[in-house]
């Protein structure tokens, strides 16, 4: 292998290689004429109708592996951020993405990851607008880290929000919780999960624009790390009220729950990268889940719990004969309880 | 003129017992003038003559009514305008104070030969009682204990009744629960849809629908209970499928002490135990082949008790056989405590509701205790036993205020008030947020009761608690400061303050012998569960343990006893893959590449030096362990049940110490003994091995240290065989064993011990 393939520091020192780095493999990608004017800034002609409001969000990726069944940290990094502005209620419209690369990453490899990034980003009707390239030493990361930020707009007659929250509005998710933080599990080698675990990861925009249309919308999130678990637990402090979710009702594929089953996780707490959870009106819910059947993406999707008056628990779960169970709020490895 | 008076005040449990008429009687005998109430400090007495007192007080101290627990008599002298004449029982007085609640009483003898009694008007009636028995606890609204603040205020007495009531020569003189067919609560026998089956001959109905294999939701004191013919398998497998409970044992009453023993072979401690006033459950040898098997979960041993209320008596004799008497809810969630949560929540799965209009006030549970090592012990602690207060040992006299939330399984709260102690009735899991909002009513319930305002709040330090969650929140909400005590620093100071230990006394060794509990952050691994510590009430610190093994899947090891076996071989004999034994083959079916990746990576397999998972190891091993367990703690009885079936030859010592606790000795001779020696036969070594390895290390650590006494905690201690294995390894090193007893030895007791320690920590000196 030669290093011509591979990128060095000096494709990140600003000069020669860097130049040609940007020029012939990267531009092209995102081909876009704010892009190509090259200035140290993209200039954007945004009018904003009276009532309009800009949504601007940004985020970090880090993912081992970089390819995953389902995604890659390309499509991840355009989907993470544009959802973020969805979820929001937000046409996305601009994005910018910078790399952080470490040395010895293969050029074949950036450019099919970027690529995946553009074209997940257009087919939400966005551009990548502006970005920034370093390298790094070896070690000083691991293969490639992405930062997007995203512009978008939110319609006037659009208000969604935990300020929003009720007692008495349902809750529904889009769709199967957990399939991304399996299909990542599954990837690390010395787990030994083989099994059909492919990521969710997707853009939430083509659901949420039909979403949109309906009333009764009240507030959306996305449920990225910490799983549907952390939204619920955000929901109920943000409001100051209880969930009480229907064990049965919520979504999880067979592999999912098998693979949670094994290693003693909660599908609630695995990450989703193409999930959203909604808050409804109680008496638009069953329009508003016939309007998410409609489309590919929330195909699976459930109406899975409801907003109460607060209790002494913030999560509640009611499973099997009735019985609740209250679902703690601490993320990641849990201690058991059991004495 | 003014006049000299004495005042005679009685502090201790002494309300509701019989001591007012007691105080009358002996008034009456000597021809003193005055009169005695009930208040918020106890009881009071003024008597005239002043100079009469000190006789007097003799003469009741020797006189004093069972169930009275003084604490203190004192004497003062006053003046009052006139000098009284005669002597009456006077109203009480609302201030709160100091006195105690007592815990419900089973019917005493008496009552039990009237309501037999053709020509007594309490003849069958179901609600009969007097000052020696019936419901306290459960019936109290208010203090002091007085009929209007009890759930039988809106029974008025009838004429006969009331003159029983104020006549000091009854024996129902003051009985605050009084009532007979005229004017108490009635019982009803309603169809699952609402319909009336019967009711003024409801118990002959209720019995006759058990003899033919019916299900029932029966009104208990503290609760409901869901009740079948115990013999009847067909029944105990619709109420199982019901409840929700597949294996755990399932608790019987029996119609007296001869049929009893029929089926239960008893000690004479054990008969005085189903026989007092506390009536709880007690765990009894069963007589092979007198029980379904679906009973007790093949366990050789049976919760029995007798019927401790008219109701259960009538009903009892009149099925004349044993019953299946469970707690009246859904697997995990409380029991039933009104008629109509009863009829929705307990009606769909009946085939119809014993109920009576006497409200509960509160939930009490029934008790579980055991013979352990010739003394009782007390399992589960409810009705019968809460809310009675234990003293505290010099030192505390004055600890106040502190109100402690316990563990998150096994809930039971505890407050520590004038120097006493008072443990709240045993919840349940925390994880029901029912069970949780039941704690925080508990608190409430028992401050209030006991007039006493917590100052302080102490929980466990485990971040994923839900008791610690709470007490966040009553801490914040209430500006009070919050105490974390380590789960096992509770464990043994709970051992402590039940055995009445000094504030101040030099540390002592504590053996813990627990599931898990969170370490300490400096610990090297995050979960205990099998220590050795050295501690005071304040201090703690851990000199040895079992060597911390991974549980892989965290709460799932918990829960699936053969993953706990794959740990301890990883470690312990990481060959064990060619030896052929049933259950290592089936361990090697599992995706063993995964969970030794767990375990390898650190992965969701939290390391901890858990004796209760050692257990389950062993028990899967041994293939008496299901894949996953039905209920808590059934791996290791069915352990201790299959050793008990061993005969008790003596066990061939593992050989001389060697420093620090290491496990592969008994794993070695466990494997190695696989084809040699029954299983049984393993199982009992077992225990001894583990009792030698943690006795021998004790010594030395005794030795080293200084101490003279152990203290015993954890919820294995619950296990008779290794309790008295320990004792026997121990008999002879000088040390002064103290066990659990009046508290459960797992987290029951709990919350004894956090109280203690976050008061003496918090205690300004
Ligand atoms: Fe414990
Ligand atoms: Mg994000
Ligand atoms: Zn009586
Ligand atoms: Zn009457």
């Known amino acids: ?339 | 003129m003014q006049q000299q008076i004495a005042e005679i005040r009685i502090k201790g449990s002494v309300q509701g017992v019989g001591l007012r008429p007691c105080v009358w009687h002996l008034a009456q005998e000597m021809a003193l003038h005055g009169e005695v109430c009930n208040d918020g400090d106890g009881l009071l007495i003024r008597l005239y003559p002043a100079a009469a007192a000190t006789g007097f007080r003799e003469r009741l101290e020797s006189r004093l009514p069972a169930q009275a627990e003084v604490d203190s008599i004192s004497i003062r002298h006053t003046r009052c305008d006139a000098a009284p004449n005669g002597f009456r029982i006077a109203p009480s007085s609302t201030t709160p104070g100091t006195t105690r609640i007592q815990p419900d009483l089973a019917i005493c003898p008496e009552c039990q030969t009237e309501i037999r009694d053709r020509g007594n008007r309490h003849y069958r009636y179901a609600f009969t009682s007097c000052t020696r028995c019936g419901p306290r606890f459960s019936i109290v609204e208010g203090q002091p204990y007085d009929r209007e603040r009890t759930t039988m205020a809106p029974f008025p007495l009838c004429p006969i009744c009331s003159d029983d009531f104020s006549n000091p020569h009854r024996r129902r003189f003051h009985a605050q629960a009084i009532a007979c067919p005229v004017c108490g609560p009635q019982l009803q026998l309603l169809a699952a849809d609402g319909r009336l089956l019967a009711q003024q001959d409801a118990i002959h109905s209720a019995a006759q629908r058990l003899k033919a294999g019916a299900l029932l939701a029966i009104k208990a004191v503290g609760g409901f209970h869901l009740a079948c013919d115990a013999l009847d398998s067909a029944a105990i497998v619709r109420l199982r499928d019901f409840k929700g409970r597949p294996e755990k044992p399932l608790a019987v009453m029996l119609p007296d002490l001869e049929a009893l023993q029929l089926r239960c072979i008893a000690a004479p401690a054990e008969l005085e135990l189903l026989t007092g006033p506390a009536a709880p459950i007690v765990l009894l040898r069963s007589r092979d082949g007198h029980w379904p098997g679906n009973l007790c979960d093949g366990l050789d041993r049976i919760g029995v008790m007798l019927p401790g209320t008219p109701l259960q008596q009538l009903l009892l004799s009149a099925v004349g056989r044993p019953l299946v008497m469970t707690s009246g809810n859904v697997e995990g969630a409380p029991p039933c405590l009104d008629n109509d949560e009863a009829r929705t929540l307990l009606g769909p799965g009946v085939d119809a509701l014993l109920l009576h209009e006497r409200v509960i006030a509160r939930r009490i549970d029934d008790s579980v205790v055991q013979l352990a090592a010739g003394q009782p012990q007390i399992l589960r602690r409810a009705r019968g036993y809460a809310p009675a207060a234990l003293k505290l040992g010099t030192g505390f006299e004055a600890a106040d205020g502190v109100l402690a939330l316990g563990g998150d399984l096994k809930n039971a709260p505890c407050l520590l008030r004038q120097g006493q102690a008072i443990p709240g009735a045993h919840l349940g899991d925390l994880a029901n947020p029912r069970i949780l909002q039941q704690l925080q009513q508990s608190g409430i319930d028992l401050a209030s009761l006991f007039a006493c305002r917590p100052r302080l709040i102490a929980c466990d330090g485990h971040r994923g608690y839900h008791s610690r969650s709470l007490a966040q929140r009553l801490a914040e909400r209430q500006q009070l400061p919050l105490i974390e005590v380590q789960h096992h620093h509770a464990h043994l100071a709970a051992c402590l303050a039940e055995h009445r230990r000094p504030l101040d006394a030099p540390p002592v060794l504590g053996l813990i012998l627990d599931g898990s509990g969170q370490a300490p952050d400096d610990s090297p691994h995050p979960l205990w569960g099998g220590e050795i510590l050295l501690a005071d009430y304040r201090h703690c610190e851990r000199l040895d343990g079992l060597p911390a093994v991974a549980m892989p899947g965290a709460e799932q090891a918990a829960r699936e006893p053969w993953r706990n076996l794959l740990a301890h071989l990883e470690r312990w004999s990481p060959d064990w893959e060619r030896l052929r034994w049933p259950s290592l083959d089936a361990l090697r079916r599992q995706p063993l590449a995964t969970l030794r990746g767990l375990i390898r990576e650190g992965f969701n397999a939290p390391p901890a030096s858990s004796c209760g998972r050692l257990f389950d190891a062993v028990a899967a091993l041994l293939d008496i362990a299901p894949q996953r367990l039905s209920y808590e703690g059934q791996a290791a009885m069915r352990l201790e049940a299959l050793a008990g079936r061993a005969s008790a030859q003596p066990v061939p010592a593992l050989g001389p110490p060697a420093g620090p606790i290491a496990l592969d000795g008994v794993w070695q001779r466990l494997l190695g003994g696989l084809g040699s020696e029954t299983p049984e036969r393993l199982a009992y070594c077992f225990h001894h091995w583990l009792a030698e390895l943690l006795a021998q290390r004790v010594r030395a650590l005794a030795h080293t240290y200084h101490c003279d006494t152990l203290a015993l905690g954890g919820g294995c201690l619950h296990n008779r065989l290794l309790l008295e294995a320990l004792q026997h390894q121990l008999r002879d090193s000088g040390l002064m064993l103290l066990a659990p007893r009046q508290l459960p030895a797992g987290d029951g007791g709990l919350a004894l011990g956090q109280a203690v320690v976050a008061w003496a920590r918090e205690r300004r000196p």
Not at chain 1, 103 to 128: F, S
Not at chain 1, 195 to 216: F, N, Q, T
């Open chain 1, 1 to 339: 292998m030669t290093d011509a393939k591979r990128l060095t520091l000096a494709h990140g020192s600003g000069g020669e290689p860097m130049q040609q780095l940007l020029h012939q493999h990267i531009q092209p990608l995102f081909d876009n004429a704010i892009l190509a004017r090259q200035e140290d800034q993209a200039r954007l002609n945004m009018t904003l109708a009276p009532g309009e409001r800009l949504a601007f969000t940004t985020d970090s990726f880090v993912v081992t592996p970089l390819c995953f069944p389902g995604g890659n940290i390309g499509t991840l990094a355009a989907n993470g951020t544009l959802n973020d502005l969805v979820v929001g209620g937000a046409r996305p419209h601009y994005l910018s993405c910078a790399l952080i690369i470490e040395e010895g990453l293969p050029l074949e490899t950036l450019q099919a990851l970027l690529a995946d990034l553009a074209r997940e980003v257009r087919a939400a009707g966005a551009l990548v607008v502006t970005g920034d390239t370093k390298v790094v030493p070896r070690g000083a990361a691991d293969g490639l880290f992405i930062n997007t930020s995203g512009i978008g707009v939110i319609p006037a007659a659009v208000d969604l929000g935990t300020h929003r929250l009720k007692a008495g509005c349902r809750l529904l998710v889009s769709g199967p919780v957990g399939d991304h933080g399996a299909a990542i599990l599954a990837c690390r080698r010395e787990l030994a999960l083989g099994g059909d675990l492919i990521s969710d990861c997707a853009s939430l925009w083509p659901l949420v624009k039909g979403m949109l249309e309906e009333p009764g919308l009240l507030a959306m999130r996305d449920a990225t790390r910490g799983g549907v678990n952390a939204v619920l637990h955000e929901f109920a402090a943000a409001a100051g009220l209880s969930v009480e979710l229907e064990e049965a009702a919520i979504p999880v594929r067979p592999a999912v729950r098998g693979l949670c089953e094994l290693l003693g996780l909660d599908p609630l707490q695995l990450a989703c990268e193409g999930r959203l959870l909604a808050a409804v009106e109680a008496d638009a819910a069953e329009r508003m889940l016939e309007r998410m059947h409609a489309h590919p993406l929330g195909s699976g999707a459930q109406l899975i719990g409801r907003l109460v008056p607060q209790r002494n628990s913030a999560v509640i779960v009611r499973g099997l004969y009735g019985v609740e169970r209250s679902l703690p709020a601490v993320s990641g490895e849990l201690l058991p309880r059991i004495c």
